[in-house]
């Protein structure tokens, strides 16, 4: 605070006699009583039994007081009475810890009374009676403890025994010295003016701190700024660029959307030509089944006459079995016969008296055998009924080889049919791939260019009126 009024009162500009300077003001000063004694001034000591002094009693001035004596006679006894009567410390006076080696010798007790001026007519008594182990206070005559008397020194007189301004004994002068300029203003601030002064002197040297700390936190802002200003502005550049690479990128978009449009409407005009293609193709396979019909048809005849003509040779084949089985049956028959004439031809041969018998057996058996070879002669020649068979075979291979041909026609329709059929396959393969392609590209629409979505969404929704 000092250094501060000091570069201030150099740097005063040079008198201007034009101009009126305010009046100086006079350094805070105490107001005096009537009888000039400032507020906490001591007006009168008195000791008894206290080291070197038995009995005394003297009486300060208003102004300055000096003590003038030879050593050995009882100047620091009475700086050391003021300390102990005034509530102050024993380790200020650094010679002992003890209350009673400060009892003159022999004696049990000793006692110190400081009268203070209080206010402009008030004065304050302060008694200390000193025991061996113990202390007594009392304030005009009233018996108070230590803490009240302490108070009414520090807060009321505003008497500060640690302030070396104050009160500075011989063994304390060495600190004294050491004392800094800064500390030595400060305590005597405290020793000459009011707290409330001495606390706005202290709110002042924070504050002064603190504009300093902001200067300098200022500075290093500034500092940080201009360093920042000039990182922005390589930061510019890369934003310029940025942009434009974002507006090549919306560009590349727009141009990939056009493309994709493009081979959209492409693909389109495909599928149109696929769905044509595949409209033409289920014509085409209604035409073959149209012309197929009547093959069908007379295939179905022929599968007709051959079961006709199956039915009527497993009827022939009947027919001529059973035959066979008759002709085998009359031809053992006539071999039985020729057996028993051949037998009774011996038989006659050999036994004339049945001869007759013989006869009229023969006779018989020629009968049967007549008999048999009507039967015979009304039956079918069986080189007729092999002659039938052979034609009947002959027309059944025949409507074979015609049912064989149909298959084989049939079965190369249902080839192409096949043929067509994988084709239109792969057309409605292609045609759900295009579909899919095509709502890909409608969805990263939609995704990117809402607008054109809704437009093309309406279009679909419109075609009829469009067209």
């Known amino acids: 605070f000092f250094r501060v009024r000091m570069t201030e009162k150099r740097r005063r500009p040079p008198h201007d006699p034009d101009v009126e300077e305010p009046p100086r003001q006079r350094p805070f000063q105490r107001p005096r009583g009537e009888s000039g004694y400032h507020p906490g001034a001591i007006t009168r000591v008195s000791l008894t039994n206290f080291m070197s002094y038995s009995h005394a009693s003297f009486c300060p001035g208003p ?66 009676q000193l025991f061996a182990n113990s202390s007594k206070w009392y304030i005009d005559g009233r018996e108070k403890p230590e803490k009240d008397v302490a108070e009414l020194v520090t807060e009321k007189l505003n008497i500060k025994l640690e302030n070396l301004t104050q009160f500075l004994p011989q063994e304390r002068v060495k600190k004294f010295s050491e004392l800094s300029p800064v500390a030595l203003l400060e305590q005597t601030e405290e020793a000459v003016l009011p707290p ?40 510019e550049l890369d934003v310029q660029k940025h942009q434009e690479r974002q507006a090549l990128e919306r560009q590349a978009a727009q141009y990939g959307l056009a493309v994709s449009y493009a081979r959209f409407a492409l693909k ?148 192409e049919v096949q043929l067509k059929t994988r084709e239109l396959h792969g057309v409605e393969l292609e045609k759900r791939k295009i579909q899919n392609i095509q709502e890909q590209r409608l969805r990263q629409i939609a995704q990117l260019h809402r607008d054109c979505h809704a437009v093309w969404q309406w279009i679909q929704a419109n075609r009829q009126q469009l067209v």
Not at 79 to 106: E, H, M, N
Not at 306 to 311: E, K, N
């Open 63 to 128: 102004r300055l007081n000096l003590i003038l004596a030879p050593n050995g006679c009882g100047k620091s006894s009475i700086v050391a009475a003021l300390c102990l009567g005034l509530a102050g410390s024993l380790k200020l006076l650094g010679k002992s810890t003890y209350v009673k080696d400060f009892i003159q010798r022999g004696k049990d007790n000793a006692s110190l009374e400081i009268e203070l001026c209080l206010s402009a007519t008030r004065t304050v008594t302060i008694r200390r």
């Open 196 to 235: 409330e002064i001495v606390e706005l002197h202290a709110k002042l040297i924070e504050a002064t701190l603190e504009r300093d700390k902001m200067e300098k936190g200022l500075l290093a802002l500034q500092k940080d700024l201009s360093y920042k200003q000039s990182l922005n502005q390589g930061d």
């Open 268 to 415: 389109q005009d495909e599928g149109r030509a696929l769905r044509t293609q595949k409209e033409e193709l289920q014509k085409e396979k209604g035409r073959q089944e149209h012309a197929m019909r009547p093959l069908k048809t007379e295939m179905n005849k022929l599968k007709e006459q051959v079961t006709i003509a199956g039915d009527k040779a497993s009827k022939y084949e009947q027919v001529v079995g059973r035959t066979e089985g008759t002709l085998a049956t009359s031809q053992k028959n006539s071999d039985k016969h020729a057996r028993e004439i051949e037998s009774l031809l011996q038989e006659e041969s050999q036994f004339g008296e049945r001869e007759r018998a013989r006869v009229a057996e023969l006779q018989r058996a020629q009968a049967a055998k007549a008999k048999v070879e009507d039967v015979l002669a009304t039956l079918t020649p069986p080189a007729e009924i092999e002659q039938e068979l052979n034609q009947k075979s002959g027309q059944l291979q025949r409507c074979t080889s015609e049912y064989a041909a149909v298959e084989e026609k049939q079965r190369a329709v249902e080839a």
